[in-house]
């Protein structure tokens, strides 16, 4: 006899073939969001670094979006929904003045 009964942990971490999924192999907008922000470290000035900066900004903001809305399970929704959240509150804190 096959369970069916969806407990609370399967629902949040396991994906439609039943996978435990937590953590995945990185995809294009977080490849581009990482190797931007290494590079926006290391050419702090100028328009290339603003180029970059929206880059990085504009990958992370995709990334988060796919993970909100075609996330595999509820972990990773919610994972796109925090970074969604986090990436708007430090740009508004950054943009606004409220930073030291």
Do not use: C, H
């Not at 986090?86 to 943009?95: E, H, M, P, Y």
């Amino acid at each position: 006899m096959e369970n069916t009964e969806n407990t609370l942990v399967d629902k949040i971490f396991r994906d439609s073939e039943g996978n435990i999924v937590i953590a995945e192999p990185p995809n294009l907008p977080l490849i581009i969001w990482i190797v931007t922000s290494l590079l926006a470290l290391i050419l702090t000035t100028g328009k290339i670094n603003t180029l970059l900066d929206i880059l990085a900004n504009g990958s992370l903001f995709t990334w988060a979006w796919l993970e909100l809305f075609q996330g595999v399970n509820y972990f990773r929704r919610a994972l796109g929904l925090l970074a969604l959240i986090g990436l708007i509150a430090f740009k508004v804190i950054n943009d606004s003045g409220f930073s030291s």
